[in-house]
Structures are given as C-alpha cells and as structure tokens.
C-alpha cells in the first residue's frame, strides 16, 4: 500500500532531520521525504498536521512471557501494547522456559510474533547454556538463526574464566555481549537500594558496588578480548562514569539506562510500594542526577523501558517475596517526553535515545526514515494529555505496573494499581495498526 503522512513535524536524529514535512510510504518502505517520486499516487493519506512523525521505538530489554511465563503475558499481548505505544521493535532477553539456547526456541518465538504481526521480535540468544554460567552456549548457531547478541539476562556468571572465554567466542564470531552488572555476592537477598531507605524500613539493601564492580570486572575482560559489549540498565553514576572512561580509550563499550531510573528514586519506594520493585533497584537522587547526566553528555546512549509485566499474585505479597519488574511499554514515551518537558533532554536527543541508538547497539535496521528503510514509525501528540487507567492499557494482564504522574508535580507520584496517572503524549491513533506502518 502506498501511504503519505502529510504535514507531521518529522523527527529523525539519523538523518538529522527536525522540520516539518511529508513522508511517503510504499509498499512497507520509506519512499521519500518532502517530496513524491514522480508518479507517485497515495492510496491512503493520513492528515498529521499538528503531530511528530518518528521512526519506531526500539525497545532493548522486553520479557514477552513466551514461552514458558504466559500468565505473566503473552507474545500477541506485549507486541499489541508494544504497537500501542509506538514501539515497533522489541529485543527478547533469553531468559525465557526453556532458555534461549538453542535455535528451536528462537525460531518459535519469531513465529508467534509473525504472527501476531503488530511489532517485529528480536532475540538476545544465551551466553552460556541454560543460563548456569558454567558452560558455553552455542552462539554461532544462535547466530545463524538470527539472534542480534548474546546474554547471562540477570544470572551471574560468578566464575571469570567462563565469562572470558564466552566473551572470546563471541567476539571472533562478531556478537555483541549484552550484560547485566551485579555482583551476586554483593547483592545478596537484597531488595531495595542500600542507604537510609533501606535501613528505615528493614529491608536488605543492595550496595551501589554490587554494581561497579561488576562493571570493573567486565571492563578489564572487554579489554582483554576485544568483544563488543553493552551494559544494559545501569543504575550508579560511579558505573557510567567507568564506562565512560572506558569509551575515552576506545573499547567498544555501550550503556543504556531505563526509564525508571531517570524518574524515580529510593525514597519512592516508601510505604513498601511493590510497583517499585525493580532490578538494578531504584537509587538515590545523586545517582539519578548522574544518570540524566549521562544521557545527556552521550555517554549512555540509549534508554530502555525495561518492560517486564507480573502478574497480580506476583505484587500483591509483602515487599521481600514480590517479584521485580513493571511493565512500561504503553508509558516509555509519554515518560521520555517529561524528560523533554523538564529540559534533561531536547526533543531530537530523547527520540534518538529510543531509536537510532538502541538500534546500532542490535545492530538492526530500524530507528530511522531513511529513504528505503523499513517503514516503522510513529506518530503522536506532544502536546495531548491523557489518563492512565486499568481499562485502557492493551495488555492482556495489566494488573501490574508502574504508574507515574506526569502533570506539574516536581516530583514522581507513584498511583496503586488501576489508580489513575495523567501524561503526555498520546499516540494520534487509538488502534495499534494504525501506530505504525
């Protein structure tokens, strides 16, 4: 089908484009901008005077719940929120049941999202085999079938000498290793952030060096190797701050950062607020500082929703049982634009952060308009407030999530569950089909 988006404020950090004008779409491609090719006849034209027009949201880290975890959601059911909130792209962890270690289970969870047919499914394939840290995967088959990078997801690999030899194997086979830096030690039974918090409220904390040194670790063996790796949800401003060194000399290191951690901090977990819970845990206000910081400055690239949906059982238990995570793909944009709307970012450096960046980490196509480019996109109203309610959400299970207010507070309110959160930004369309091309 030939589709022309007529008169949307375009914004496309790859192409440094940040101007209002056409875009035309044929046969699932970017056509061009600005101007048709002669003979070119739309057979749809959407009005998008007053709206942006961007590329797809890549998201990098999003538990689907298939297989192995589907009443928690399904592939159909986050591909439907994922289209929903304008992200078309989404990278799979392998900590799936069964673990993404072989090319069986690969393949099928590429078919179910085919099939569900609203957002495009990568996947990150294991680092080591059933995700025991013991021995290694086999990556070049995970590779062959499509798999964008491999990972431990949140299971340690404790013993060096195994994450060394898999960062070996990766590079010579030209993967990226994704890593998630907590020491399990360190970490511990901890819940929470280790600080005054914590201790008020009598919970084990995790101390920011359950982080940093991870990250020590992990740079010295990048080094060693030379395997091109990305850390995923840093939660310190020491940790970005290493990586940031790191990047000075050259080692082919990238960080990405969630949206929670840009908003939010310990004290929000006060009153035992499960819809809180996450992992790396929320930190302080300086390290949030930090983080924004970054972000700004390039040093951390990307930003990822972390989407990683409970269900309600899963939340509703004192804080110490309840499981991590919140499920934030419907909110991941509105949340970006309070960023803009609090001066952290302008508008093209928070659409690039979801986009261009998140896409060369993958190394995928997406997170652009270029002419010939898959025609992902989104389009939506800066400017257009709306309430989050149970009923409106598009999971199949929303029981459980983060709920954030986003109106003139200066601090986050975190709303109960069904509670309602004002934002920003809603799609110009309330159909997934129609968040996207």
Request: charged share 20%.
């Amino acid at each position: 089908m030939r589709i022309a988006i007529s008169g949307g404020h375009v914004i496309d950090p790859a192409n440094n484009i940040d101007a209002v004008v056409d875009v035309f779409i044929d046969g699932g491609r970017i056509a061009a901008l600005g101007r048709a090719a002669k003979g070119y006849r739309a057979e749809r034209t959407i009005n998008a005077r007053g709206l942006h027009v961007i590329p797809g949201l890549v998201e990098l880290s999003a538990r689907l719940g298939e297989p192995g975890y589907t009443h928690k959601g399904t592939i159909a059911s986050e591909t439907r929120a994922a289209a929903a909130g304008g992200v078309t792209t989404l990278c799979c962890p392998p900590d799936t049941l069964p673990v993404i270690d072989t090319p069986a289970v690969v393949e099928l969870i590429h078919q179910r999202a085919t099939a569900s047919g609203r957002a495009r499914v990568v996947c990150l394939g294991a680092l080591t085999r059933e995700l025991k840290g013991e021995l290694l995967a086999g990556m070049g088959g995970l590779r062959q079938v499509g798999c964008v990078g491999v990972s431990n997801a949140r299971v340690p690999v404790p013993n060096t000498e195994v994450m060394r030899r898999a960062m070996e194997y990766a590079a010579t086979i030209g993967m990226t290793v994704f890593l998630h830096a907590e020491d399990p030690w360190l970490a511990a039974q901890g819940h929470v952030h280790e600080g005054a918090t914590s201790t008020r409220m009598g919970l084990p904390g995790i101390p920011e060096t359950a982080e940093t040194i991870s990250v020590a670790r992990d740079l010295l063996l990048i080094e060693q190797t030379g395997v091109r790796a990305h850390f995923g949800r840093l939660s310190t401003s020491r940790s970005v701050a290493m990586v940031a060194e790191a990047r000075r000399r050259g080692l082919p290191v990238t960080a990405d950062v969630s949206i929670q951690h840009l908003h939010l901090i310990d004290e929000d977990v006060a009153g035992y607020n499960s819809l809180c819970h996450v992992r790396p845990p929320l930190r302080g206000r300086r390290d949030r500082d930090g983080l924004r910081k970054a972000l700004r400055k390039g040093v951390v690239t990307a930003m990822c929703c972390d989407h990683q949906p409970q269900d309600q059982d899963a939340k509703k238990l004192p804080f110490d049982a309840t499981e991590p995570g919140v499920s934030a793909l419907e909110t991941w944009l509105p949340l970006a634009l309070r960023l803009v709307e609090e001066g952290v970012l302008d508008m093209a450096a928070a659409i690039a952060a979801m986009t261009a960046a998140p896409a060369e980490i993958l190394g995928i196509e997406g997170g652009t308009l270029s002419e010939g480019a898959a025609a992902d996109l989104c389009v939506f109203d800066a400017n257009a407030q709306w309430i989050l309610t149970e009923d409106i959400l598009l999971r199949e299970d929303a029981r459980s999530r983060l709920l954030y207010a986003a109106g003139r507070r200066r601090r986050p309110r975190i709303g109960l569950s069904g509670g309602p959160a004002h934002f920003r930004g809603a799609p110009a369309a309330p159909s997934p089909r129609d968040s996207y091309c």
